[in-house]
């Protein structure tokens, strides 16, 4: 009994062995089949693609020519032409002139006005948030903020980022307005005071029960109406077209070093939106405001092909530094 039960596990052995060597071979063999399949496959696809590039021909190599060979087209034909032709980027017109010009040109001009500067300043320091809410700030010694010296700061929205930098930086006396906050007027810290007040055209509580003053009346209050303001920082969400011509028209800018603003047009695009928005920059050209530092804000992108074929902003960012006001 024991020898048949040997014999019998010996025959299973052999069987398994000859299994688990079967299922081996096969595997190998369907593996070997699987690559070539691939293979014939892959040669199929690059002979197809061989033919095709046979057919499309390969773009020849560009040729550099010398500088002196260089010669702008004599008529512009590119999808810019429209705004090299209109937009101005300096010496915007003023007066009657500017009023001749049509809308088209206008918007062309106030884009490309906002996207370029006309002075250098070699050192700018980047004040608050390097997104939304952070500032540049002219470090250059005519334009530096120096202690004992004074910055505005207009527009918060509970980002006291660009603020504290200023005091820490500069160890200025920084005054910040906004009264859309929930916040009290009240001392924040040692060297920052917080005022619920907004600036406007002129003094008045509006429908929001908001507390406007110009900057004339704020500066008699602080008891600055004789002071230099180092740097004045506006993001006012469109109170920046009444309070900014009014600051000119009291001469209110001529004591003031930097500026720095954040223009609001949304979709606005006819003449009489354009005029009065593109006559302010003309006036703080005039009043010897130069731009040193200019920024789209990605919050307000938008697309105005008729206008200009690029990506544009309903909110731009301008610095400025007064050359009226070097020592």
Sequence with gaps: ???????????????????????????????????????????????????????????????????????????????????????????????????????????????????????????????????NGGWEVCDDPPYRPIKPCIVYSFGINFDFSFDDDVVKSYECDVYSFDPSMSMKTQRRKRKNMFYKIGIGGKDETNDKKWQLMTLTSIRKMLNHSKSIIDVLKMDVEKSEWASVPSMLEAGELKTVRQLLLEFHTGWQKTYEEGLSKLKLMSDLEQHGFRRF???????????????????????????????????
């Design 1 to 131: 009994m024991q020898i048949t039960r040997g014999i019998m596990n010996g025959r299973y052995l052999k069987v398994l062995v000859l299994c688990i060597i079967g299922g081996v071979v096969l595997h190998v063999f369907s593996t070997l089949l699987d690559m070539k399949n691939t293979s014939n496959k892959l040669q199929t696809l690059l002979t197809e693609l061989s033919k095709e590039r046979k057919d499309v021909p390969f773009p020849k190599p560009l040729t550099s020519r010398p500088f002196s060979g260089r010669k702008m087209p004599d008529v512009d034909t590119s999808v810019l032409a429209g705004v090299r032709k209109k937009g101005l980027v300096k010496n915007l017109p003023r007066g009657e002139q500017l009023k001749a010009m049509d809308a088209d040109g206008i918007w062309k001009t106030y884009h490309s006005y906002t996207d370029n500067i006309d002075i250098i300043c070699e050192r700018r320091l980047r004040m608050g948030k390097i997104g």
């Design 293 to 327: 530092a200019v920024n789209k804000n990605p919050s307000c992108m938008l697309r105005i092909p008729r206008i200009f074929p690029l990506l544009r902003t309903g909110c731009q960012e301008v610095h400025f530094v007064n050359i009226n006001l070097l020592p």
